[in-house]
């Protein structure tokens, strides 16, 4: 295939070097003809590194640089090009402009894809005389080692072309999903139940962004937590795309920006690339501040209560704790709570328990050695202090737990990030905007996380997932964790996440329009 690409920046030139190294003839074109010097001039380095590192023969390379055909005008016919991807600037008069120019150069049978991450392409396309010609193709950066790549037909893109796309994006060796013209698109959107929520706890003083980020690493698994990957993007991209995300759902609840980003975008505390963020990078950056040491009494007793107690109770019997085993607690045991969706406040109220004894800790199973302990206002520090010593302890020959201590609320910080994370993607389910399947594969494959938001709410249980969401609903009156429909459905039904169920369309035989 002879592709033309309009655009040699990052994604102009990653794109360019993706394709020609996978077969394709590309011209590579910009109205400015030194971007393009440039551009050829990395991918050619991209593809010595890359014979260096034994991920390809010189041979390989040199024929994919062949490939690569530099124009000095974007505009010139081309009666053989039969895809155009546009890769130029942010901007919905610009995008149009260029596709303006190309619809006057290049054959009425030239598919155009735009490489657009928030705008529309339905609006990008209707500036054609052919607005059924356009579809997006949204590629990641760095294009060759982000091996997903979201298809998105605008509302009057011809139907054989988002498939044709997908089969080029696979046949190039990267995964493709098709996703509805909406906010986001996919990968963004699913995105956002991660770090809204995140900014929700900190708005509420729950924990600080390291402590968030430990647990969001080392009880979730996640390769970064919220506020490292909000600095690595640079919370200038991240809150913008926050913003039109939530206005371009009007306003959906789930979706909700955090007041805490404005006031630091305006001060420029975008991450790395400005060397002060949620953190301070630099040469000249101090080093992370470390984990408190635990001084507490690991063995004062404990005592366990609440319905979900039973595994927690038998795990620190194995580290050799002094767990009480009455049907109350004695005057000088610490009092540990798993709570799931609601508040240690809570069980205090309806188990008569001793407030300053008595905290919370996540029942999640974690990913690594970390435990939470929640603390309430009525918390006494030296008994707060020997619970985390308690909740320390490991079977002899074990490394202890490291413990994080954070305030009391529903459902704890690990709990609330995953059901928000899970809650967004269902939601995206249920409105169509993607298939399960998809969802699943760009989140894991865009997003690095150990396993797709569906799949990991199996793991969990739909109808464990829908209790928290119930129970933190009602702890908080908060409309953002209403459980989903999907979610709720599937529970009752005893259905998988990622099952896509039936359809009145498959009961009918008929197709097309929802």
């Not at 770090?195 to 009880?219: F, K, M, N, Q, Y």
Request: aromatic letters at 4%; one cysteine or more.
């Amino acid at each position: 295939m002879r592709i033309r690409i309009v655009g040699a920046g990052a994604m102009g030139r990653g794109i360019a070097q993706w394709a020609a190294a996978a077969g394709h003839t590309v011209e590579l074109c910009d109205v400015r003809t030194e971007a393009v010097t440039a551009a050829v001039d990395f991918v050619r380095s991209m593809l010595e590194r890359a014979v260096q590192k034994g991920r390809t023969s010189s041979g390989e390379a040199a024929a994919a640089l062949e490939r690569l055909v530099p124009l000095d005008d974007p505009w010139a016919p081309g009666p053989e090009v039969e895809l155009v991807i546009e890769a130029v600037r942010e901007d919905l008069d610009t995008k149009a402009e260029v596709f303006g120019k190309l619809e006057e150069a290049l054959p009425d049978s030239t598919v155009f894809a735009t490489n657009t991450s928030s705008l529309s392409v339905t609006r990008i396309a209707s500036s054609l005389r052919d607005p059924a010609r356009l579809a997006g193709l949204h590629f990641f950066n760095p294009v060759p080692l982000m091996k997903i790549v979201e298809v998105v037909p605008g509302a009057a893109t011809r139907p054989e072309i988002p498939p044709a796309l997908a089969a080029l994006v696979e046949g190039c060796g990267h995964r493709a999903v098709t996703v509805a013209d909406t906010p986001g698109f996919l990968v963004n959107h699913a995105g956002r139940g991660l770090v809204t929520e995140a900014l929700a706890l900190l708005e509420e003083s729950v924990a600080g962004p390291a402590d968030i980020d430990r647990i969001a690493r080392d009880v979730l698994g996640l390769r970064m937590g919220p506020f490292e990957l909000t600095d690595l993007t640079g919370l200038d991209v991240t809150a913008a795309v926050i913003d039109s995300i939530w206005q371009g759902f009007r306003h959906e609840d789930r979706l909700r920006p955090s007041y805490l980003t404005p006031n630091r975008v305006t001060a420029g505390l975008h991450g790395r690339k400005t060397g002060q963020g949620w953190f301070t990078y630099g040469p000249e950056a101090p080093d992370a501040a470390p984990e408190p040491p635990v001084t507490g009494d690991s063995g004062r007793p404990v005592f366990v209560a609440g319905a979900e107690g039973e595994e927690l109770r038998d795990a620190l019997t194995a580290a050799g704790a002094a767990v009480e085993s009455g049907p109350e607690p004695s005057e000088r045991a610490v009092v540990l709570v798993p709570v799931w969706g609601t508040t240690v406040a809570a069980a205090v109220s309806s188990l008569g328990l001793p407030a300053a004894r008595t905290f919370g800790v996540d029942p999640l199973p974690p990913a690594g050695r970390r435990r939470v302990l929640a603390v309430t206002p009525a918390a006494d520090p030296a008994a707060a202090r020997d619970a985390r010593a308690v909740l320390a302890r490991a079977p002899e020959g074990e490394e202890p737990r490291t413990v994080s201590v954070v305030r009391d609320t529903a459902g704890s910080v690990a709990q609330r990030l995953l059901a928000s994370v899970v809650a967004v993607a269902t939601s995206i389910a249920e409105r169509s905007l993607a298939t399960p399947a998809d969802i699943d594969l760009a989140v894991t494959t865009g997003l690095g996380y150990p396993v797709g938001p569906l799949a990991w709410g199996d793991r969990i249980g739909a109808g464990r997932l829908l209790d928290l969401q119930r129970a933190l609903h009602a702890t908080t009156g908060d409309p953002r964790y209403r459980p989903t429909r999907w979610l709720t459905e599937r529970a009752q039904l005893g259905l998988s996440l990622t099952d896509p169920g039936t359809t009145p369309a498959d009961c009918t035989g008929l197709t097309g329009d929802r």
